[in-house]
C-alpha cells in the first residue's frame, strides 16, 4: 500500500498522457488529468508556503539569529495574499504592490549579477588554452554586437551585428541543439525510469 | 503654466521602489541589514503574489469552475490527491503525500517524455536535416548557394561533433577525439554567446533601474519639490 499504490499511480497517470499520443479514445481522460495535475501541483507551492510560513514563525518564536527579518518576510506574504483576495488581481493594493515593490526589487536583484558578471567574467575570459579564447572572442563579439558600437559603419561589410547574428544563428545555434537533442534524450530515459518505477527517490524514506 | 499633476499613490510608489532598489544595491559595499530586509520582504511579496496568481488563475478555473458550475464532482479527486501532499509536514504521517505526489510526477514523466521527445529530441533533428548544397535559380539555370552551402555545413558538421562530444561509449582518442574536440569548440562559441547574451541583459536591467532613479525619483521629486508637479489626492 504505502510503496505499490505510489507506484502504480504513476505508472497509470504517465501512460495516459503517452497513450493518448497514439489513441484519441483517451484524449478526454488525458484532458481530466491534465486538470488535476494543475489543481494537484498548487498543492505543492501550498506545501512550500506553509514550510516557509513554519519555519519563520519558528525563527520568530525561537528569536533565532536574524528573527527580526522574518517580521517583513510574513508581512508581505499575508500583505499580498490578503489584498488578492480582498481587491482581487486585476487592480487596486495588489497590482501597486506588484508594481511598486515586486517588479523594482526583481529588477534589482537581476541587475545586481552586472556588477558579479564583471568578476565573473575576468575568471572566465583568461585565454590560457584555445578553447577559452573561443569563449573569450563569441562572447566580446556578442555583447558588442548588441550595443551601437556594433552596428556602426566603420567596416562596409564586415559589423560586429552582422557576425553576432551570424554566430548566433549558426555555431551557437548547433552548439545549443547538441545540448538540447541531449537533455531531451536524458529526459526521455529519466522519465521511462520513473514510469516504469525504476526510480524511486521521489518516494522518500520510509 | 499648467501644472502637471501626479496622483499621491504613484509617488509614494516611486519611493517606495526607489528606497528599496537602494537598499538592494547596498549589497554592493557588503551585506547589511537594509539589504537583508529587501531580500526578506521580497521572498514574502514574492509568495504573496503567487498565492493569488494561483487562486484566481489555477484554481479558479481548473477546479472550482468546473466543480461548483458544472457540478463535476469527480474533481474533489483532485483536491484529496492534493491534500495528501500536505501530509509532508507531518513526520509519521509524511508516507501518505506520496499518493499525491506519485500523481503530479506521473503526469509530469508522460507530459515530458512526449514533449521533449518532439519539440526538444525530434524536431532539433528535423531542423538540422538541412540540404548539404544550397541551390538557387539564376538566370544561368540552378547555381549553387556557396555562401548558404557553407553556413548550412558548419550548423550540421557542428551539431554532430557537439553530439559526439557526450557521446562516452568509446574513449575519446583518434578520429572520434578530434571530432569531439571539434564539439567542444562549437560547445565553447555557444557558452561564449549564451554568456555575452546574460550579461547585455543584466546590463540592460541595471540600465533600466538606474534611468528609473534618475528619471522617475529624483527629477519627478525635484520637479514636486520646485512646483513644477503637484502631487494629487486621487489614486
Given at each position: 500500500?504505502?510503496?505499490?499504490?505510489?507506484?502504480?499511480?504513476?505508472?497509470?497517470a504517465?501512460?495516459i498522457?503517452?497513450?493518448q499520443?497514439?489513441?484519441?479514445a483517451f484524449t478526454p481522460i488525458q484532458e481530466r488529468f491534465t486538470h488535476w495535475y494543475i489543481v494537484v501541483a498548487v498543492f505543492?507551492?501550498v506545501?512550500?508556503?506553509?514550510?516557509?510560513?513554519?519555519?519563520?514563525?519558528?525563527?520568530?518564536?525561537?528569536?533565532?539569529?536574524?528573527?527580526?527579518?522574518?517580521?517583513?518576510?510574513?508581512?508581505?506574504?499575508?500583505?499580498?495574499?490578503?489584498?488578492?483576495?480582498?481587491?482581487?488581481?486585476?487592480?487596486?493594493?495588489?497590482?501597486?504592490?506588484?508594481?511598486?515593490?515586486?517588479?523594482?526589487?526583481?529588477?534589482?536583484?537581476?541587475?545586481?549579477?552586472?556588477?558579479?558578471?564583471?568578476?565573473?567574467?575576468?575568471?572566465?575570459?583568461?585565454?590560457?588554452?584555445?578553447?577559452?579564447?573561443?569563449?573569450?572572442?563569441?562572447?566580446?563579439?556578442?555583447?558588442?554586437?548588441?550595443?551601437?558600437?556594433?552596428?556602426?559603419?566603420?567596416?562596409?561589410?564586415?559589423?560586429?551585428?552582422?557576425?553576432?547574428?551570424?554566430?548566433?544563428?549558426?555555431?551557437?545555434?548547433?552548439?545549443?541543439?547538441?545540448?538540447?537533442?541531449?537533455?531531451?534524450?536524458?529526459?526521455?530515459?529519466?522519465?521511462?525510469?520513473?514510469?516504469?518505477?525504476?526510480?524511486?527517490?521521489?518516494?522518500?524514506?520510509? | 503654466?499648467?501644472?502637471?499633476?501626479?496622483?499621491?499613490?504613484?509617488?509614494?510608489?516611486?519611493?517606495?521602489?526607489?528606497?528599496?532598489?537602494?537598499?538592494?544595491?547596498?549589497?554592493?559595499?557588503?551585506?547589511?541589514?537594509?539589504?537583508?530586509?529587501?531580500?526578506?520582504?521580497?521572498?514574502?511579496?514574492?509568495?504573496?503574489?503567487?498565492?493569488?496568481?494561483y487562486y484566481y488563475n489555477v484554481l479558479l478555473p481548473n477546479f472550482w469552475e468546473p466543480f461548483y458550475y458544472q457540478g463535476r464532482y469527480e474533481y474533489l479527486i483532485a483536491v484529496i490527491l492534493g491534500i495528501t501532499?500536505?501530509?509532508?509536514?507531518?513526520?509519521?504521517?509524511?508516507?501518505?503525500?506520496?499518493f499525491g505526489?506519485?500523481f503530479?510526477?506521473?503526469c509530469?514523466?508522460?507530459?515530458?517524455?512526449?514533449?521533449?521527445?518532439?519539440?526538444?529530441?525530434?524536431?532539433?533533428?528535423?531542423?538540422?536535416?538541412?540540404?548539404?548544397?544550397?541551390?538557387?535559380?539564376?538566370?544561368?539555370?540552378?547555381?549553387?548557394?556557396?555562401?548558404?552551402?557553407?553556413?548550412?555545413?558548419?550548423?550540421?558538421?557542428?551539431?554532430?561533433?557537439?553530439?559526439?562530444?557526450?557521446?562516452?561509449?568509446?574513449?575519446?582518442?583518434?578520429?572520434?577525439?578530434?571530432?569531439?574536440?571539434?564539439?567542444?569548440?562549437?560547445?565553447?562559441?555557444?557558452?561564449?554567446?549564451?554568456?555575452?547574451?546574460?550579461?547585455?541583459?543584466?546590463?540592460?536591467?541595471?540600465?533600466?533601474?538606474?534611468?528609473?532613479?534618475?528619471?522617475?525619483?529624483?527629477?519627478?521629486?525635484?520637479?514636486?519639490?520646485?512646483?513644477?508637479?503637484?502631487?494629487?489626492?486621487?489614486?
Amino acid at each position: 500500500m504505502k510503496k505499490q499504490f505510489p507506484l502504480a499511480i504513476v505508472f497509470i497517470a504517465g501512460m495516459i498522457f503517452i497513450v493518448q499520443f497514439f489513441s484519441p479514445a483517451f484524449t478526454p481522460i488525458q484532458e481530466r488529468f491534465t486538470h488535476w495535475y494543475i489543481v494537484v501541483a498548487v498543492f505543492a507551492f501550498v506545501l512550500g508556503l506553509a514550510n516557509l510560513t513554519r519555519l519563520n514563525l519558528q525563527k520568530i518564536h525561537r528569536q533565532q539569529e536574524g528573527w527580526i527579518y522574518s517580521i517583513p518576510l510574513l508581512i508581505g506574504l499575508a500583505g499580498m495574499a490578503l489584498c488578492s483576495f480582498i481587491f482581487g488581481i486585476e487592480e487596486g493594493p495588489f497590482v501597486w504592490l506588484f508594481n511598486n515593490m515586486m517588479l523594482p526589487m526583481s529588477a534589482t536583484m537581476f541587475s545586481l549579477l552586472a556588477f558579479f558578471v564583471a568578476s565573473a567574467s575576468y575568471r572566465a575570459f583568461r585565454a590560457r588554452h584555445k578553447e577559452a579564447v573561443m569563449l573569450l572572442v563569441a562572447a566580446v563579439i556578442v555583447m558588442l554586437g548588441q550595443v551601437p558600437i556594433g552596428s556602426a559603419g566603420f567596416m562596409e561589410h564586415l559589423r560586429l551585428s552582422d557576425i553576432t547574428q551570424w554566430i548566433m544563428a549558426y555555431p551557437n545555434m548547433a552548439g545549443q541543439r547538441a545540448i538540447m537533442i541531449g537533455a531531451a534524450l536524458g529526459v526521455v530515459a529519466i522519465s521511462l525510469r520513473i514510469l516504469l518505477g525504476i526510480e524511486r527517490a521521489y518516494l522518500g524514506e520510509d | 503654466m499648467e501644472i502637471a499633476n501626479i496622483p499621491f499613490w504613484d509617488f509614494f510608489g516611486v519611493w517606495v521602489a526607489a528606497l528599496l532598489t537602494l537598499f538592494i544595491f547596498s549589497f554592493l559595499y557588503k551585506d547589511n541589514p537594509f539589504y537583508k530586509f529587501a531580500e526578506h520582504l521580497f521572498v514574502g511579496i514574492s509568495a504573496g503574489y503567487f498565492v493569488g496568481y494561483y487562486y484566481y488563475n489555477v484554481l479558479l478555473p481548473n477546479f472550482w469552475e468546473p466543480f461548483y458550475y458544472q457540478g463535476r464532482y469527480e474533481y474533489l479527486i483532485a483536491v484529496i490527491l492534493g491534500i495528501t501532499i500536505l501530509f509532508r509536514l507531518s513526520r509519521k504521517q509524511a508516507w501518505v503525500s506520496r499518493f499525491g505526489f506519485a500523481f503530479v510526477i506521473g503526469c509530469g514523466a508522460g507530459i515530458n517524455f512526449i514533449a521533449y521527445l518532439q519539440s526538444n529530441a525530434l524536431a532539433q533533428i528535423y531542423g538540422t536535416i538541412t540540404p548539404l548544397v544550397s541551390l538557387v535559380s539564376g538566370e544561368g539555370g540552378i547555381l549553387v548557394d556557396w555562401k548558404n552551402t557553407v553556413f548550412n555545413l558548419v550548423a550540421i558538421i557542428g551539431v554532430c561533433s557537439a553530439l559526439t562530444y557526450f557521446y562516452f561509449s568509446k574513449p575519446h582518442k583518434g578520429f572520434l577525439g578530434g571530432v569531439a574536440r571539434l564539439g567542444i569548440w562549437f560547445l565553447m562559441i555557444s557558452f561564449g554567446a549564451s554568456f555575452g547574451y546574460t550579461v547585455m541583459a543584466r546590463i540592460s536591467l541595471l540600465i533600466g533601474r538606474m534611468h528609473f532613479l534618475i528619471f522617475d525619483w529624483i527629477e519627478t521629486t525635484i520637479n514636486v519639490i520646485n512646483g513644477n508637479i503637484a502631487i494629487g489626492s486621487t489614486f
